[in-house]
């Protein structure tokens, strides 16, 4: 199938020497991962992480997820521990961020973690961009591809919808399989989730056999910037909990309950939670390209993917 915008390539081997020749002169791609799509660029080149910021319009003291093929490679700029470790045996490649402390010796910009003490690392599981990251030297700085509070991208069209022709390649890697962004677990203290996502604090307080802390204080802000309160947003109210909605009122709603009437959008007719999460933000833009002027949701269970869910509905709905 032809794409409709021309900067969005498929994956074969000329395309991936494209990439990689972008990659190496500094400049930035879209590229798919199994949350959802990112900008990638050089994490350990000034000018490309600039222009990631610049790309986004996000502000500099928003740190970015820094992103490997393996731990080799990571080695060289974090500091490692066993808690880190057993995740990582566990859960990578996959939809996981671990935050560690940076080491002196490390080449990543300091831009790219906000000048602060630690970085974000990532080992993404999508096949076409661990072929990439197998093919550079360098880590990829890379933020979901929005721009800043917007909401994050599931597809290649919704990058290039977001950047237009700002972007010279966009990687077409198909739909986001889960669909919302990682989740993010801070290891350089007593382990603590500052982002909830489809691997959840029980997965997570199994493998390391301690308990967890989820991340609520005000305080943290600061030290957590991603967990600003308006964020992934489609920019027009949202109110949670709700059991009706009226026909000129997008409905977001969950389960084989509720009849597929036209200002729908059903998460999941299973009720399946995982289903319910890869489909969410995929929603969010349709509600807003269609026009809608508020957006009515049901109670999702607060259990599991639900638990994410929840974090980026109440996120939006700020
Ligand atoms: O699934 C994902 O993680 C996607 C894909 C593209 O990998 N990326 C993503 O990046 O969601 P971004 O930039 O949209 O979100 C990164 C989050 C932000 O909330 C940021 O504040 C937090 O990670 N973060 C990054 N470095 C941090 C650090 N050193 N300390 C605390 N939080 C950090
Ligand atoms: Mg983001």
Do not use: W
């Not at 409709?4 to 020749?21: G, Q």
């Not at 000048?115 to 890379?142: D, E, G, Q, W, Y």
């Amino acid at each position: 199938m032809k794409n409709i915008y021309s900067n969005i390539f498929s994956f074969n081997k000329k395309n991936l020497n494209k990439i990689i020749s972008i990659l190496n002169k500094g400049d930035i791609v879209g590229l798919p991962t199994e949350t959802v799509y990112g900008l990638g660029g050089n994490a350990y080149s000034k000018m490309a992480v600039n222009k990631i910021f610049k790309l986004k319009k996000r502000p500099k003291f928003n740190p970015l997820i820094v992103h490997y093929y393996n731990l080799k490679n990571a080695k060289r700029d974090v500091e490692m521990n066993d808690v880190f470790y057993k995740l990582y045996r566990k859960f990578c490649p996959g939809p996981i961020t671990f935050i560690l402390n940076k080491k002196k010796q490390s080449k990543i910009q300091s831009l790219v973690n906000a000048n602060l003490k630690t970085v974000a690392i990532r080992f993404p599981s999508h096949n076409f961009t661990r072929s990439i990251l197998s093919c550079i030297k360098f880590p990829l700085a890379m933020p979901s591809a929005n721009l800043f509070s917007s909401i994050s991208p599931t597809s290649a069209d919704d990058v290039a919808d977001e950047f237009k022709k700002k972007l010279k390649l966009i990687l077409n890697g198909g739909k986001a399989k889960i669909g919302i962004e990682s989740t993010v677990v801070d290891l350089t203290g007593k382990p603590k989730i500052i982002r909830p996502g489809i691997i959840n604090l029980k997965s997570l307080e199994k493998i390391i056999k301690k308990k967890i802390n989820l991340s609520k204080n005000v305080k943290e802000k600061i030290v957590y910037p991603g967990m600003a309160k308006k964020h992934y947003s489609p920019g027009i109210p949202m109110l949670l909990n709700k059991k009706t909605a009226n026909q000129n009122v997008a409905f977001i709603v969950l389960g084989s309950k509720f009849k597929n009437r036209q200002n729908h959008f059903n998460l999941s007719k299973k009720s399946n939670l995982l289903e319910a999460a890869s489909n969410l933000y995929k929603f969010f833009r349709q509600i807003k390209n269609r026009g809608y002027k508020k957006i009515h949701v049901v109670k999702i269970p607060n259990k599991g993917p639900g638990i994410a869910i929840n974090d980026r509905l109440k996120k939006a709905s700020k």
